[in-house]
C-alpha cells in the first residue's frame, strides 16, 4: 500500500526544477533588494545631515536671540536705574 501511494506522488523532476526556478528568483532578486538597501541608508544618511544642519542653524539662531535678550535687559536696567535717580537742580523738571 505505501509501495503505491509512494509511486503516486509527485516525482523528484517537478520538484528539483521548481527548486532550480526559485534558486535563480532569489539570485536574482538578492543584488535588487541589496541596492534598494542601500540606497534607503543613502537617503537616511542624507536626511540625518540635513537635521543636524537645520538642529546647528536653530542653535545659532537661538543663541542669537538670548544676545539680544540680554542686551535689551541690560539696557532696560539702565532706564530703570535712571528714573530711579533722584533729580537735581533747579526747574519743574
Not at 509512494?6 to 526556478?21: D, E, H, K
Not at 533588494?33 to 540635513?50: G, Q, T, Y
Not at 542669537?64 to 536696567?77: D, P, T, V
Request: aromatic share 6%.
Amino acid at each position: 500500500m505505501v509501495l503505491v501511494m509512494w509511486q503516486q506522488a509527485f516525482g523528484p523532476y517537478p520538484f528539483i526544477l521548481l527548486t532550480l526556478l526559485l534558486s535563480c528568483t532569489a539570485a536574482i532578486q538578492a543584488p535588487i533588494i541589496m541596492m534598494s538597501k542601500n540606497r534607503k541608508e543613502l537617503r537616511d544618511r542624507h536626511r540625518a545631515e540635513d537635521d543636524y544642519l537645520i538642529n546647528l542653524k536653530a542653535e545659532i539662531e537661538i543663541q542669537i536671540l538670548c544676545q539680544q535678550l540680554a542686551r535689551l535687559e541690560e539696557g532696560q536696567k539702565r532706564t530703570e536705574a535712571l528714573l530711579k535717580k533722584p533729580k537735581t537742580g533747579s526747574g519743574p523738571w
